[in-house]
């Protein structure tokens, strides 16, 4: 993906009015063919030094948010009571609520992308792999792909 830094107010959500005035975003100019065709990238990566606060940090210091937060409800297919969704500023509360459902909190081992400590890979109840060796899973919705390392690959 090729394009070019520039600055612009940027909205998601308008009828929430979640708009980041000065957001510095990709303008997507060109791309490989495989790839969704989008025009531009936001994103919602922790803060970087490269790349400048996150949308969300904009939005915290903008003080359209209160809280530098985004809660990821990922429903499971075929299932009409849990719905993908996404929380700008916070998370579902309602979630809690039930006590058949389960939420899990992850810290980040990357502090420029989510990436989280991967403990085993399982293919069925087959266990590819358990190590003490720390490795990291990213967790990316914008790639249909799953990247492992070569040495893991070997493992799967």
Same mark, same amino acid.
């Given at each position: ?24 975003f ?27 606060p ?11 948010? =209160?809280?530098k ?11 009409s ?9 916070g ?42 060796k ?6 990316? =919705? ?15």
């Open positions: 993906m090729k394009g070019d830094d520039v600055l612009d107010t940027v909205c998601i959500f308008k009828k929430d009015g979640l708009c980041a005035k000065s957001f510095k990709l303008a997507v100019s060109k791309m490989d063919p495989s790839m969704l065709d989008i025009d531009g990238g936001i994103g919602l990566a922790p803060d970087d030094l490269a790349n400048g996150s949308f969300i940090a904009t939005l915290q210091d903008q003080t359209i948010i =209160s809280e937060k985004f809660g990821l409800i990922i429903g499971p297919k075929n299932q009571d849990i719905k993908s969704t996404i929380t700008i500023g998370y579902d509360e309602t979630m809690f609520k039930d006590e058949s459902k389960v939420i899990n909190w992850y810290p980040i081992v990357n502090q420029a992308r989510w990436e989280i400590a991967l403990q085993d890979l399982k293919m069925g109840n087959k266990s590819i792999y358990t190590s003490s720390k490795r990291g899973a990213v967790l990316d =919705s914008f790639f249909p792909y799953i990247a492992i390392s070569p040495s893991d690959f070997v493992a799967f």
